[in-house]
């Protein structure tokens, strides 16, 4: 599965929206994009995948550039409890995750 | 539908102990896999099961092992614990292919 690059760390205010950028250069044909978040040590939460489209569930939207080599997943409104850290997978279907370091976004009222 | 579900939550052991850990999928799900969480390496992939089968194997010594029964529930199991083995381990579920779902985890104290 190709390797994810996201910052280490960003911030956003209350209310406004988050985009967390991750960065996929080696990404392959049959990868997917996919966006988990952690909640202060409990288990991720699945909030959005996709291969080459755009994609929008009640949680967020991930816009993918057309030559898959990154993504942007956006949190439309950011609460206070959006505050986690959010790693972004590439993956072949049926293969396991790999999560890397993801970001920290923390949201300030 | 309920979620992924782990046993126990917490735990305490000292070193040289071992442990079982217990994963209940979401119903309908077959495949399990058991991750480890620390501060230092951060969340990294122990094994899969998959019709009681092991499918697939990360990088970790055979302290490590697990098991999944015939209703797609699994345990993970570690011997001889050591100081370094105090973690978050997580289970995910999923319909083989798709998304996979976590659990809450059990927190491991090794003293």
């Known amino acids: 599965d190709a390797k994810t690059t996201q910052p280490p760390s960003m911030d956003c205010a209350e209310g406004r929206a988050a985009n967390l950028p991750c960065n996929h250069s080696t990404i392959s044909g049959n990868e997917y994009v996919y966006w988990y978040r952690q909640i202060h040590s409990q288990g991720p939460q699945y909030i959005i995948h996709g291969l080459k489209n755009n994609e929008t569930n009640e949680m967020a939207s991930l816009i993918i550039t057309e030559d898959r080599k990154s993504s942007t997943l956006i949190l439309p409104h950011a609460t206070l409890r959006d505050t986690a850290v959010y790693y972004c997978i590439v993956r072949v279907d049926g293969n396991d995750m790999r999560f890397g370091a993801g970001t920290r976004l923390t949201v300030k009222p | 539908k309920a979620g992924v579900t782990q046993t126990p939550r917490y735990l305490i052991k000292t070193r040289g102990q071992q442990v079982t850990l217990s994963c209940s999928p979401i119903s309908g799900h077959r495949s399990v896999s058991w991750y480890q969480q620390t501060p230092g390496q951060g969340l990294q992939f122990l094994f899969e099961?998959?019709?009681?089968?092991?499918?697939n194997k990360g990088n970790f010594p055979g302290r490590f092992s697990g098991r999944q029964f015939s209703n797609s529930r699994s345990e993970m199991n570690v011997s001889t614990l050591e100081l370094g083995d105090s973690a978050l381990y997580l289970c995910a579920s999923r319909v083989r292919g798709q998304t996979q779902y976590f659990g809450p985890g059990t927190r491991l104290l090794v003293l």
């Open positions: 099961y998959f019709s009681e089968t092991q499918r």
